[in-house]
């Protein structure tokens, strides 16, 4: 696995550690994509990020309805 790869997977072990989240880190595209089975507070998230070393740029989000 590539360095990028296991940032990546670090990343992702530190934001689905959230209860109800699934995440796909891309440092390629400088995105991580989320999906959650439940509410999840955008902080719970900032937090998850930042702990993990890393810095979050902006948040969007996708309602499904």
Request: aromatic fraction near 4%; glycine fraction near 8%; hydrophobic fraction near 40%.
């Amino acid at each position: 696995a590539t360095a990028g790869g296991k940032d990546a997977s670090k990343l992702e072990e530190a934001l689905e550690a959230v209860d109800g989240v699934v995440a796909d880190v891309s440092f390629r595209d400088g995105k991580a994509r989320i999906r959650c089975d439940r509410v999840v507070d955008e902080e719970r998230l900032r937090q998850a990020v930042m702990d993990a070393g890393y810095r979050v740029r902006s948040i969007e989000s996708d309602p499904i309805m």
